[in-house]
């Protein structure tokens, strides 16, 4: 690993996916986890503040990161419940099937290398009756935007560990087996456009 993307690209990855607008929407979207949760992507722990603990029993963490972790080990510490990681990829997830009661992901579909097989992974781990809950940046529904994301996703993604700026969000959860069953999507304010545009709901498997 070269010093950019174990020393620099962890803390900026932290501060982007920490800001004001994402924030906001991750308020949305984690409160509505319940039961055991796997949560792919993560990352530095954005997320633990958000769970609403009276309806969660545990959080499994999956997250190829080590310095990420490290990172989130404050807000672990503080949780009050139960945070396991799995220091691996989503595509190579060590769940036994049916295992969970929730998935979530927030801002992690950009960068997971074969997103299809990510979210098969995780149909697989769902119990009976689980769902899926997301929130996401993707493809802009402008043709302006969505020709400047095109455009700089190669230069982009190299810059920042592999993020797309222009993942069809929608699409691939059908792709990787689920229906959605709620949708919502916004320009996020005080955000580039090219970044910004959110994708939240729940899906169940197809």
Request: hydrophobic fraction near 35%.
């Amino acid at each position: 690993m070269n010093p950019y993307d174990k020393y620099v690209l962890p803390h900026l990855t932290h501060l982007s996916c920490g800001t004001k607008p994402n924030r906001y929407q991750r308020r949305k979207i984690v409160p509505e986890a319940k039961g055991v949760v796997l949560e792919i992507g993560i990352g530095s722990g954005h997320n633990l503040p958000y769970y609403d603990p009276d309806k969660v029993k545990c959080v499994i963490g999956i997250d190829p990161s080590r310095e990420l972790w490290q990172i989130a080990k404050p807000a672990v510490d503080h949780a009050p419940f139960e945070v396991t990681h799995h220091r691996t990829t989503a595509e190579d997830m060590p769940l036994e099937r049916h295992s969970v009661d929730t998935v979530l992901v927030t801002y992690t579909l950009c960068t997971i290398p074969d997103v299809v097989s990510a979210l098969r992974a995780a149909k697989g781990a769902l119990k009976p009756g689980g769902e899926l809950l997301f929130c996401e940046h993707g493809l802009a529904p402008d043709v302006r935007i969505e020709t400047w994301q095109r455009r700089l996703d190669p230069v982009w993604s190299r810059l920042a560990g592999g993020c797309h700026i222009d993942r069809p969000i929608p699409a691939l959860l059908q792709a990787g087996g689920f229906n959605i069953t709620r949708l919502e999507t916004m320009y996020l304010p005080s955000t580039l456009k090219i970044f910004g545009f959110n994708y939240w709901g729940s899906a169940r498997p197809a």
